[in-house]
């Protein structure tokens, strides 16, 4: 999954239905990851992550490493990626907000061609 098309499904999920820590509270929040394996299953309103297919992991597992991938060449320590800017103020990523912090973060692997 490229970082334009996540920006495209988070945008449309209000703040307040993202949490930390958990990929899902299975009623109506997810953390970033979550959303995003949630939104791109066959059943976008289903929180249950035991509903969500392998094709949806594998898609958030390649955001993941692309994050990855371009935090550590911004001088990030190895092993930060979205879902740990989903859960914790990393560098320039200080909204209180999980989603706030993960969309600055995604707009910017967008400029950076990701």
Known sequence: MYASTALEL?????QEDFITIHFTNHVDSCCTTGHL??????DPDNYNLNAWPE???????????????????????????IATVNNDR?????????????MHLLRDMVKAGY
């Open 10 to 14: 988070l945008n449309r999920v209000p």
């Open 37 to 42: 394996m949630r939104l791109t299953s066959g």
């Open 55 to 81: 094709s949806s992991w594998k898609n958030c597992s390649r955001l993941r490493e692309a994050s990855q991938t371009f935090l550590e060449m911004g001088s990030f320590r190895p092993g930060i990626d």
């Open 90 to 102: 990393i560098g320039p990523y200080t909204e209180d907000n999980p989603k706030c912090r993960v």
